[in-house]
T-cell receptor, first 112, second 113 residues
Framework: AQTVTQSQPEMSVQEAETVTLSCTYDTSESDYYLFWYKQPPSRQMILVIRQEAYKQQNATENRFSVNFQKAAKSFSLKISDSQLGDAAMYFCAYRRRNKLVFGAGTILRVKS | NAGVTQTPKFQVLKTGQSMTLQCAQDMNHEYMSWYRQDPGMGLRLIHYSVGAGITDQGEVPNGYNVSRSTTEDFPLRLLSAAPSQTSVYFC????????????FGSGTRLTVV
């Protein structure tokens, strides 16, 4: 069974600084997708970034980037120039075919 | 284009009552699914469907039923609510097997007393 582990229950970052959220996963598959979702207090699930396992290049979306280490089964999210609006719960997720498996989440607090 | 619509947004049930959580999407997505979110456990898959007339169980299916009579609708039924089913429920959809992005509804907060 696939599992996703987020080892940091909570993280804090100063506004304008950089923070990295960790995620590891366990799978025997070679073809899969990885995602980071943001859940603000509104409860809405917002897709932040995705990575296809067959791509070696790390995905980037504006201030958000990932460090995808396939052999180590690691998928960390880096947020640069943190903003107050980045404060939220962040979920790492693994997808193989139609099954999306989530980690327990990391609460990110942004200090002004 | 409304995306994924979930109703109701909040619900309180008494133990043993039944109810249906509604989910509808207007994007012609083949794949639809239901998740529950509990503190410290992330989101867990309850049931999913890859098209009209086809459903399958996820990680935590016990106590829940689903059906998919149309592409647009995927209701989740609680036959006899239990306090352990107190949770936030999300419906999500996507295009096909290779589709990347899941579109989530805004969630239903259910409390069973």
């Amino acid at each position: 069974a696939q599992t996703v582990t987020q080892s940091q229950p909570e993280m804090s970052v100063q506004e304008a600084e950089t923070v990295t959220l960790s995620c590891t996963y366990d799978t025997s598959e070679s073809d899969y997708y990885l995602f980071w979702y943001k859940q603000p207090p509104s409860r809405q699930m917002i897709l932040v970034i995705r990575q296809e396992a067959y791509k070696q290049q790390n995905a980037t979306e504006n201030r958000f980037s990932v460090n995808f280490q396939k052999a180590a089964k690691s998928f960390s999210l880096k947020i640069s120039d943190s903003q107050l609006g980045d404060a939220a719960m962040y979920f790492c997720a693994y997808r193989r075919r139609n099954k999306l498996v989530f980690g327990a989440g990391t609460i990110l607090r942004v200090k002004s | 284009n409304a995306g994924v619509t979930q109703t109701p947004k909040f619900q309180v049930l008494k133990t043993g009552q039944s109810m249906t959580l509604q989910c509808a999407q207007d994007m012609n997505h083949e794949y639809m699914s239901w998740y529950r979110q509990d503190p410290g456990m992330g989101l867990r898959l309850i049931h999913y469907s890859v098209g009209a007339g086809i459903t399958d169980q996820g990680e935590v299916p016990n106590g829940y039923n689903v059906s998919r009579s149309t592409t647009e609708d995927f209701p989740l039924r609680l036959l006899s609510a239990a306090p352990s089913q107190t949770s936030v429920y999300f419906c999500a959809s996507k295009i096909g097997d290779r589709g990347y992005g899941y579109t989530f509804g805004s969630g239903t907060r259910l409390t069973v007393v």
